[in-house]
Structure formats: C-alpha cells, structure tokens
Nanobody, 116 residues
C-alpha cells in the first residue's frame, strides 16, 4: 500500500512537497516499477499528472509541466512531488500509485487546496 502525506492549504503561487511511502512493498517490486502522482478534483475523474520510471525518466501532464517535479528514492521506497507556482486548478486529492495503477495500491491520498 502507498501512503501519501504533505498536502495542505496554500495561497496561489505557493509551494508544497508531497511524499509517498510504499508501506510493506518489497524493494525488488518497488525499484523496477514506474510510479506516478494522480490528482482528483471534486466531481472530476482521477488524472495522472506526473510519472517517473525506474531509470528516473519523468513525464508530466501539460497542466503541471514546468511547475511540478517528481523524484524517487528507491532505498527508502519513496516518491516525492515538488509543486511550485500552485494555482487554484491544482486543488484536489493527490494519490501516488504504480503506472498503470494497481487497485490494491491506492492509499487515502492527501488533500491540496490552493486559494486564489
């Protein structure tokens, strides 16, 4: 299971750093896997906003490109999301999961609220 933290309330233009810890995951499963951060705004479908492969190649949705940075630390089985220049449209619950996502790996998510 993946456990997210680091969300909160921030003004537009501010920053937050999200963390995701793979609780109970085996290193040999986590390390070679592609992981991502997903976002779900109220009333909308969950969307993938940032991806990082086992070789640390990163892919971003156009809506966050240039503002968000995804990184990983395999030794700690952790995935991070640095979010800068936050905008009200970034508001939502943020989840991490494998890419493609695994049903049994969804955590509770962490709420990010950006005020204008």
């Amino acid at each position: 299971r993946l456990v997210e933290s680091g969300g909160g309330l921030v003004q537009a233009g501010g920053s937050l750093r999200l963390s995701c810890k793979a609780s109970g995951a085996i290193w040999s499963v986590f390390s070679p896997s592609t992981l991502g951060w997903y976002r779900q705004a109220l009333g909308k479908e969950r969307e993938l906003v940032a991806t990082i492969t086992s070789s640390h190649t990163t892919i971003y949705d156009d809506s966050v490109k240039g503002r968000f940075t995804i990184s990983r630390d395999n030794s700690r089985k952790t995935v991070l999301l640095q979010m800068n220049s936050l905008q009200p449209d970034d508001t939502g619950v943020y989840y991490c999961n494998y890419v493609p996502s695994r049903t049994d790996s969804w955590g509770q998510g962490t709420q990010v609220t950006v005020s204008s």
